[in-house]
T-cell receptor, first 111, second 114 residues
Framework: GENVEQHPSTLSVQEGDSAVIKCTYS??????FPWYKQELGKRPQLIID?????GEKKDQRIAVTLNKTAKHFSLHITETQPEDSAVYFC??????????FGGGTRLMVKP | SAVISQKPSRDICQRGTSLTIQCQVD?????MFWYRQQPGQSLTLIAT?????????ESGFVIDKFPISRPNLTFSTLTVSNMSPEDSSIYLC???????????FGSGTRLTVV
């Protein structure tokens, strides 16, 4: 089955800096890659996603890039703010329309 | 996107008992998924619940322990049976909208087994 690796597990940045989180996946048939933000005690919230026919997608301060050949995708957050502090999960959709999640990245934005 | 109502939001249960978690969706969806999130960990898929057929369980999860019902396209239940403290976790349901994109989650059930 699909296996998703996510790095780093923790990331601390200064407010205003950029943050990058990287994920790799194993199943070349995976074709959909969402990113979720989870604040403490809350459900995961979809923040951006990318489909396999697109190499990059941007939504305001958030962007995602996908390299199908290398089987990796990344989340980029620019001009980070304290409210960006949360745990971020990448995921890949493979066979059976199931999402497989990475291990998560705890992002801390220091004011 | 779909709105999911999940309940209960939390419960404290005695070991050996069972708890049934419900998820109600405000639109018809083909596939519903049940996840477990242990404290400080990622989300692990328990099973996929399809209307009109048996649920499909992931490795490490069995029907006797986690029976699932899916009576229609808007509702599903997950039962955690014969609970032990190791079952203490957050359980979440999820659905895929937009023809398999835009997966969204219920608010979760925080289960503590004592």
């Amino acid at each position: 089955g699909e296996n998703v690796e996510q790095h780093p597990s923790t990331l601390s940045v200064q407010e205003g800096d950029s943050a990058v989180i990287k994920c790799t996946y194993s199943d070349s048939a995976s074709n959909y890659f969402p990113w979720y933000k989870q604040e403490l005690g809350k459900r995961p919230q979809l923040i951006i996603d990318i489909r396999s026919n697109v190499g990059e997608k941007k939504d305001q301060r958030i962007a995602v890039t996908l390299n199908k050949t290398a089987k990796h995708f990344s989340l980029h957050i620019t001009e980070t703010q304290p409210e960006d502090s949360a745990v971020y999960f990448c995921a890949a959709r493979g066979a059976g329309n199931m999402l497989t999640f990475g291990g998560g990245t705890r992002l801390m934005v220091k004011p | 996107s779909a709105v999911i109502s999940q309940k209960p939001s939390r419960d404290i249960c005695q070991r050996g008992t069972s708890l049934t978690i419900q998820c109600q969706v405000d639109s018809q969806v083909t596939m519903m998924f049940w996840y477990r999130q242990q404290p400080g960990q990622s989300l692990t898929l328990i099973a996929t619940a399809n209307q009109g057929s048996e649920a499909t369980y992931e490795s490490g999860f069995v029907i006797d322990k986690f029976p699932i019902s899916r009576p229609n396209l808007t509702f599903s239940t997950l039962t955690v049976s014969n609970m032990s403290p190791e079952d203490s976790s957050i359980y979440l349901c999820s659905v895929a909208v937009e023809r398999g994109y835009g997966y969204t989650f219920g608010s979760g059930t925080r289960l503590t087994v004592v």
